[in-house]
C-alpha cells in the first residue's frame, strides 16, 4: 500500500468511479491505474468496489469504510501543508467560501473588507450554492468554510457555529393592504406569497409558523435570491418574505417592511467547517470576524 494508491482512491471517489479520468487526472495510463487498483485489493484480500465487467459501479462495504480513512488521510496531508504554510506565517494562498447569495451580499461584505486589510496577499474565492451543496464543496475540499441557515446542523463531519440570529419580514408595495394595520398570518395567508427556494434561507421556519398555526401557505414563487424576490414584489405578483437584513433602506425605499417577529421563530445563520480542517491564522481570523459581526448585524 502506498500514498499513490490512496491518492487513485480518492480520486476515483471524486470522479464518480470513472477510471478513465480519474487515470487522465493521475497523468497515467488507464491500464496503470487498474493495475495500481487491483494490487491494493489484492493486498487487503476482498474488493473495495462492485463492478459489471470492468466497470467501476461503486463501493463494497468493506470500501466505504476504506474511503473514510483516505478521506482523513487526504485532510491530514492538506493540514500538514497549512501548518507548514502557518509556521512560516506564509500570507500567500487562498481562503475558499461557499455560501448563499443572501449572506455572500448582506454579511460577508465587512469581514471580507476586514481580511483584506490584513492578509492582502490571500486571494479569496467565494462559489454561492444551495446549502445541500456547500456542504459537499467542504467534503470535497472546494471550500475552506460554509456560511447558511440551513441544513449544516445535519452533518455530523463538521464543526458548526452560530454566528447570528436574524428575522424575517415582510416586503410590500406602499399602497397594499397590509402596508397598513396588524399583520397576522391569517392576512398574510390570503395573499400569494413570493419567498425562498426550500432549503434556503429559513424558509423551514416561515413553512413551521404557518403549519402551526393551521393556515396554508400560498407560495406563487420561489427563489434563491432576496434581490430576485423583491423585484416580482415590485411587480405586484404578491407578497416578499425575506430576511430582514436583506431590505436596504437607501435602495428599497419603495417597498414597506413589516415586522415578521412574532410570527415567525428567528432564524440563526451559522458557520461550518470539517472537524479534522487545520485551521491557519488567517482562517481564524475570519471566523472571528463574522462572529464579532452578529451584534451589528441583528441591529440592521
Not at 476515483?12 to 493521475?26: G, I
Not at 493495475?35 to 468493506?62: A, C, Y
Not at 441544513?151 to 393592504?177: G, M, T
Not at 427556494?197 to 432576496?226: M, V, W, Y
Request: net charge neutral.
Amino acid at each position: 500500500m502506498n500514498l499513490n494508491q490512496i491518492e487513485l482512491l480518492r480520486i476515483l471517489q471524486e470522479t464518480n468511479f470513472n477510471q478513465s479520468k480519474a487515470a487522465e487526472k493521475l497523468n497515467v495510463v488507464q491500464s496503470a491505474a487498474s493495475r495500481q487498483l487491483q494490487l491494493f485489493e489484492e493486498e487487503l484480500g476482498s474488493p473495495i468496489f462492485e463492478r459489471h465487467g470492468k466497470k467501476l459501479l461503486g463501493l463494497t462495504p468493506l470500501g466505504e469504510r476504506v474511503m473514510e480513512q483516505v478521506e482523513r488521510i487526504n485532510q491530514a496531508k492538506k493540514n500538514i501543508h497549512a501548518i507548514a504554510d502557518d509556521f512560516r506565517d506564509n500570507r500567500n494562498g487562498s481562503l475558499h467560501i461557499a455560501t448563499t447569495h443572501t449572506q455572500a451580499k448582506y454579511l460577508l461584505p465587512t469581514p471580507v473588507q476586514k481580511f483584506r486589510e490584513k492578509y492582502p496577499g490571500i486571494t479569496i474565492y467565494m462559489v454561492q450554492s444551495s446549502p445541500d451543496d456547500l456542504i459537499q464543496h467542504l467534503h470535497h475540499h472546494r471550500a475552506d468554510i460554509a456560511i447558511c441557515t440551513e441544513k449544516l446542523d445535519e452533518d455530523e463531519k463538521l464543526v458548526v457555529k452560530p454566528c447570528y440570529e436574524w428575522q424575517h419580514i415582510a416586503v410590500v408595495p406602499r399602497h397594499h393592504p397590509l402596508a397598513q394595520g396588524d399583520i397576522t398570518l391569517g392576512r398574510l395567508a390570503s395573499f400569494p406569497i413570493l419567498t425562498y427556494s426550500p432549503g434556503f434561507t429559513g424558509r423551514s421556519n416561515i413553512e413551521k409558523a404557518f403549519k402551526n398555526a393551521g393556515k396554508e401557505l400560498d407560495i406563487t414563487l420561489a427563489a434563491a435570491d432576496s434581490d430576485i424576490i423583491k423585484t416580482y414584489v415590485r411587480l405586484g405578483l404578491g407578497v416578499g418574505i425575506i430576511a430582514g437584513t436583506s431590505y436596504e433602506p437607501g435602495n428599497d425605499n419603495d417597498l414597506v417592511a413589516l415586522d415578521l417577529s412574532h410570527l415567525i421563530p428567528r432564524s440563526v445563520t451559522k458557520i461550518a467547517y470539517l472537524k479534522h480542517l487545520y485551521l491557519p491564522s488567517y482562517l481564524k481570523y475570519f471566523i472571528s470576524e463574522l462572529l464579532s459581526r452578529s451584534g451589528s448585524v441583528q441591529q440592521r
